[in-house]
């Protein structure tokens, strides 16, 4: 399979006053088309930066990052957006549901923002949700709904225009230990059926060993791979 993402040299120093923080130090990095890579490490080992830059969200200070062939970190701000719409699906640690719509028309809002018409929105949408067992809790709000069943509907957001890449930055840190090991199985079920590449940040080993590889960072550099 060729490589659907790389980073080359990749740097990245924030500057607080007269004080600079290196949260990365020369990331090589790459991701084949299909795979699903864990990347895990301590706390401020850069985990969160290194995720940040893939899915556009931050800029290298450093360094060279290619998405399916293009060079982002180059693109401007309009092309960007533009790039994380269509190519890139984002699953966060707070799942960032909005109370005010029930699970249904909060998997809308992605497909809303590409401009598809109402009969598409159901029906994505509906398609999604049932791919992750959440067919009965369509009309249910975020608050009826448990931590891991709001995940799932945050999962189905972030595939529901068919990305090619999935991007989830700790999906299971604020979850049960059952309700984790649930979601990191939706989310190894869609890498297999629908080949999604996925990349995953995750402090439990346990949960990233169900990736198809680990990369362990430390100090803003890459300090072991294995494959699972």
Known sequence: MPDIIKMKGVHKT??????RVNALNGIDFSVKKGEFVSIMGPSG???????????????????SIEIKGREVSKMDEDMKTRFRLRELGFVFQFYSLLPELNALENVFIPQMLMGKKNHELRKNALEVLGMLGLEHRT??????LSGGEQQRVSIARAIVNSPEILLADEPTAALD???AANVFNSIRQLN??????????THEESLGAMADRGVWLKDGQITKEKNF
């Open 14 to 19: 924030y500057r607080m006053g007269e004080l």
């Open 45 to 63: 080992s850069g985990k969160s930066t290194m995720l940040h830059m893939m899915g556009l969200l931050d800029d290298p200070t450093k360094g």
């Open 192 to 201: 297999e059926k629908l080949g999604h590449t996925v990349i995953v940040i």
């Open 139 to 144: 009309m249910n709000y975020p608050h009826q």
């Open 177 to 179: 230990s059952k309700s």
